[in-house]
């Protein structure tokens, strides 16, 4: 079951704010991959589905609604490198409808808040919903002179530049436009133009987009407008922003007007004298969807009247006259070959269906994602199955189900490996996750690359002047494959000196930093070995109970066995549960990982730890850190405060001493307040270290 189809009834008021405050989290991040980065990683519907989630609980629980809802906000806040515009008029989003019934509501909705006679005609545009980005475009005195992004609803990013080089959008209007005139309609990329430059940045050597969104969206937010240039873009114009004039009375006569001024209007926008003709319009689209030449998700239906449009207004991110009604997810039947598994850059394996190519929703696939072993044994997923895959919109198509009728009599249930498909080394899963994770961390090829940057970067080796760049193309180019070869550089000082963009200088500089890195503490040392879930705080905790990386390694590797007293000395140690002591073990019971080990150990000198005597005013205290930190990350503030003795928590209670509260802090230094513990300002909590702040 989706969780938004959970009644919410059964929820208390304080399952429902943590469950309010999770959904704001995860909906805020999902906005991000996708406004901001364009590489989302849920399908609309699982998002969908979360937004709805959030808006039944609201529902219920009105008081609960938080500040920072995602009921009250559209979109992302715009990303860094283009100035900002604030939109004169906000740009909204649309309410959705998944089914008639929904439609039906939103009709009834109108007609009581007009107050309409059961006689009274209401009627509709219905409009293609395109699948790409809205843009608002703002024309003074008949000449466009700025465009933006919808960022958040209220501030987008200021890509004139950028919507210049489109040629469905008309540099100037003709004289009876008003004076003052913004359009809003959406930036797209045709399929054909998607596919066409997807293989022109494979050939070159570039970034593949996932959909003509995604591309759209790559497009459109380039800092030089040269390359938006050579990008396929289009523009379809929907509707307005603030005007100097009401150009018509109604929606329709708009679109008709936008399409006089030279704007390009969507040819299969209709007008409906009622909401059936709507629908009508949406079955004969919804049929026609993969053969047409651009991605759209669902038909909008707007009030054509604009005075109405007026009257009805908006509640919270959506206007009341709209809706958007919603295009289930295309899917097609084609033959699952094989069950391939991925290792990821984090050794997660994800099981992949090796499909017979097969065109969904106008595009090919020949794989799709089975996310995990669960997924396939709750399925029953297997080779040679007739399966029914789905591409929910965009990115990664799924499949859905099997057909049964279809399954060869000689078929077997998918075997999950148990050793890595790219290195051999041992899988394992941890209780209560689904994922399994190749365990091969410091060998396996598919983590490598990640594993050498951790180890580099600088809470780790921290090596200067050696960063994620240049550990990628040294590693492409053989000069290292484990962490020792960092520490063996020295007998190939040539090669590097030799290299594009280094030089003797260069070369020198760059073999002191290394022989400066020989000499190591031991947290450093085990942090930068990126087992999982062993951040700074347990790397620590592990170097203060073994005092040495060889009593680490051989208690570890004790440890494997959980009847052990290995295994009891690690967990017994206050910070260190379960979950993280099996990833230990698992690390150092790993044959390849021990052998990698020992070649790093003999290259470095590991400083045993030594305890900080420490009579900060912070020792044994303990403190919350919310907010921005402006004059360190968190993970410095941390690694200060428990330097000093101090125990640093991520939620408060009564037992905290001190909440370091920076700019954006929320709910916990409003708990803070409620419970009278002190609040510190990040200059202040620097000033009771000692230390300087930097103003
Ligand atoms: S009308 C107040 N019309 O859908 C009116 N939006 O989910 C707001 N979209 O942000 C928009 N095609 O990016 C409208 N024909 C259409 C549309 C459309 C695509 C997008 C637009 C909007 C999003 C809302």
Not at 99 to 128: K, T
Not at 242 to 261: G, I, M
Not at 590 to 599: K, P, Q, Y
Request: with cysteine; net charge negative.
């Amino acid at each position: 079951m989706s969780p938004s189809q959970e009644n919410t009834d059964a929820l208390t008021p304080e399952e429902a704010a943590v469950e309010l405050a999770k959904l704001a989290e995860a909906i805020a991040h999902h906005d991000r991959l996708y406004h901001q980065q364009d590489a989302p990683e849920i399908s609309d519907a699982d998002y969908d589905a979360l937004r709805r989630r959030n808006d039944a609980i609201e529902a219920q629980f009105p008081d609960l609604v938080r500040d920072d809802s995602p009921s009250k906000s559209v979109g992302a806040t715009p990303s860094s490198g283009f100035a900002k515009v604030a939109h004169a008029r906000p740009m909204l989003s649309l309410s959705n409808a998944f089914d008639e019934n929904d439609v039906a509501e939103f009709l009834a909705r109108i007609r009581r808040f007009l107050g309409l006679e059961e006689s009274d005609l209401v009627e509709f545009v219905a409009e293609p919903k395109i699948d790409g980005l809205s843009a608002s475009l703002r024309y003074e005195n008949g000449g466009f002179r700025v465009g933006a992004t919808r960022g958040d609803g209220t501030t987008g990013e200021d890509i004139t530049a950028n919507l210049r080089t489109i040629d469905d959008i008309p540099e100037t209007l003709p004289g009876d436009a008003p004076d003052i005139f913004e359009v809003r309609g959406e930036v797209y990329m045709s399929r054909d133009d998607f596919f066409t430059l997807n293989e022109r940045q494979t050939a070159e050597g570039n970034k593949v987009f996932a959909n003509p969104r995604n591309a759209a969206a790559g497009s459109l937010r380039q800092l030089d407008s040269t390359i938006t240039k050579s990008r396929p873009l289009r523009f379809f114009a929907y509707s307005t922003g603030e005007t100097s004039a009401t150009p018509t009375d109604t929606h329709w006569e708009l679109l008709s007007r936008l399409d006089d001024w030279g704007f390009t209007v969507n040819p299969l926008s209709r007008l409906c004298a009622s909401s059936d003709d709507a629908i009508a319009l949406y079955d004969e689209i919804a049929a026609a969807r993969a053969s047409l030449p651009y991605d759209i998700d669902g038909i909008v239906y707007k009030v054509n009247r604009i005075d109405w449009q007026n009257r009805l207004g908006m509640v919270s991110r959506a206007p009341r006259w709209a809706i958007a009604h919603k295009f289930a997810a295309e899917q097609a039947e084609t033959l699952l070959h094989a069950i391939s598994i991925q290792v990821g850059r984090t050794g997660a394996l994800t099981p992949v269906a090796e499909l017979e190519p097969i065109t969904v929703g106008g595009v090919v696939v020949s794989r799709a994602t089975l996310h995990n072993a669960d997924e396939i044994e709750r399925k029953d997923v297997r080779a040679g199955d007739t399966v029914i895959v789905q591409r929910a919109g965009d990115v990664i198509p799924q499949v859905v189900r099997v057909i049964p009728e279809k399954r060869p009599s000689d078929s077997k249930p998918f075997d999950f490996p148990s050793q890595c498909p790219d290195c051999g080394s041992a899988v394992m899963q941890e209780d209560g996750e689904v994922v399994r994770r190749c365990t091969g961390g410091l060998i396996c090829p598919a983590q490598a690359l990640e594993r050498l940057k951790h180890f580099v970067s600088r809470d780790a080796f921290d090596i200067e002047g050696f960063g994620g760049k240049h550990i990628e193309s040294f590693r492409t180019d053989g000069l290292i494959e484990t962490p020792a070869d960092i520490f063996r550089l020295h007998d190939r000082a040539d090669e590097v000196s030799a290299r594009e963009g280094w030089g003797e200088q260069s070369t020198d500089n760059l073999m002191a930093a290394i022989e400066a890195r020989r000499t190591i503490p031991l947290e450093r040392f085990i942090y930068a070995l990126g087992v999982r879930q062993v951040g700074q705080s347990t790397a620590r905790l592990l170097a203060k109970n073994y005092g040495s990386h060889e009593a680490l390694a051989s208690a570890m590797a004790d440890a494997h066995d959980p009847e052990s007293e290995a295994y009891a000395g690690l967990i017994a140690i206050d910070g260190i549960g379960p979950s993280v002591a099996a990833d230990l073990a698992a690390f150092f019971a790993e044959d390849h990982n021990r052998t990698v080990l020992a070649d790093l150990a003999a290259e470095l000198d590991i400083e045993p730890f030594v305890q900080e005597e420490s009579d900060s005013p912070i020792a044994g205290r303990t403190v919350v850190f919310t907010g921005t930190l402006e004059q360190m990350t968190r993970g410095e503030a941390k690694a200060r405060a428990e330097a000093l003795g101090a125990k640093v928590s991520g939620s408060v209670s009564k037992k905290t001493d001190f909440v370091v509260a920076g700019p954006g802090a929320g709910s916990k230094a409003k708990k803070a307040a409620e419970l009278e513990v002190t609040i510190l300002s990040e200059e202040e909590w620097l000033d009771m270290l000692g230390e300087e702040s930097v103003s």
